[in-house]
């Protein structure tokens, strides 16, 4: 009999030990599933309103619910850009285009063609925001992305491709990023095509705390995501910048990530049209290999 109740005691101890190592192990193996990339849409994406391709490589992967328009604009028969409008924020999540040796081509000048976009309903107009709010009316699609025709840069002028900028990030370092971009993109020899998705952080923890006339909110960060492809290879990388000002000695190159660590903090899933094994092949390259900058900064 005494054997029999040392054995329970020892069983019931046991358990008991079992379960509280369980407790301690479930918190890391919590944050161990923080530190993958999450994709949770916001609602169904058949809420979503859809009024454009949404089969296009350069697409991030929508958001879903009825909160977001996705929108494809076309300019003189050919694909211009693509944008996700949050009409809660009253700002685009990204814009997504791509360069081919069309859209490429640098044929009109800058527009400053200022307008509403047509494809998303008046009552969220914001072209009246920006005015005394501190803050400049900042190109997602710059102007000089998009110089194929005149219809083309005229669009990258709507007001769902603006975000609020401070002008010394948007005329500094965003601006320096914008032009090595359009290099690569222009240079036949080093690319095919380059396809391009970037914007400013909208998520509620990568925002300022004040919303420009309590409704438009100001990122804290602004990114990039490249995919280049050269006859059967693609490539890829990454940038992300703080919204403030940058020193002019900044080096670009320093600012690079790779795009699954972009994925990580921004919470958005890029080219995710790609084969598999072609998008975990790009999305891990390491920017800072002696590969990829032999490619991307020819050191």
Same mark, same amino acid.
Request: proline share 3%.
């Given at each position: ?131 005394? =709010? ?34 010394? +990030?948007?005329?500094?370092?965003? +601006? ?7 290099? @690569? ?106 590969? =990829?900058?032999?490619? @991307?900064?020819?050191?």
């Amino acid at each position: 009999m005494k054997k029999l109740t040392l054995l329970i005691a020892v069983a019931a101890l046991g358990i008991l030990v079992y379960k509280q190592m369980t407790k301690e192990a479930a918190p890391a193996e919590q944050a161990s599933a923080q530190d993958l990339p999450s994709y949770s849409p916001q609602g169904a994406i058949e809420d979503e309103i859809i009024n454009g391709d949404t089969t296009l490589l350069e697409l991030p992967r929508l958001a879903g619910g009825n909160n977001n328009y996705f929108v494809t604009h076309r300019a003189s028969g050919k694909v211009n850009y693509s944008l996700e409008y949050d009409v809660t924020k009253l700002h685009s999540r990204w814009v997504a285009f791509s360069f081919d040796a069309a859209t490429a081509e640098d044929n009109v000048r800058r527009s400053d063609a200022w307008s509403w976009d047509p494809k998303i309903p008046a009552a969220y107009d914001t072209s009246n925001f920006f005015r005394r =709010s501190g803050y400049s009316r900042g190109h997602l699609v710059a102007s000089e992305d998009r110089t194929f025709s005149q219809a083309a840069n005229e669009q990258t002028f709507y007001y769902t491709n603006m975000s609020p900028q401070l002008q010394t +990030h948007n005329a500094g370092i965003w +601006h320096r990023l914008e032009n090595r971009v359009q290099e @690569w993109a222009r240079d036949r020899a080093f690319c095919d095509r380059l396809y391009v998705a970037k914007g400013g952080t909208i998520r509620d923890d990568q925002v300022e705390a004040e919303r420009i006339k309590g409704k438009m909110v100001v990122p804290r960060y602004y990114w990039m995501a490249l995919l280049m492809k050269k006859g059967k290879t693609y490539e890829g990388i990454a940038f992300l910048t703080e919204h403030r000002n940058y020193g002019k000695g900044e080096r670009i190159d320093g600012l690079t990530l790779s795009i699954r660590e972009l994925e990580q903090f921004t919470g958005l899933d890029f080219f995710y049209h790609l084969p598999d094994d072609i998008e975990q092949a790009v999305e891990t390259t390491d920017p800072h290999s002696a590969a =990829s900058r032999r490619l @991307w900064w020819k050191q």
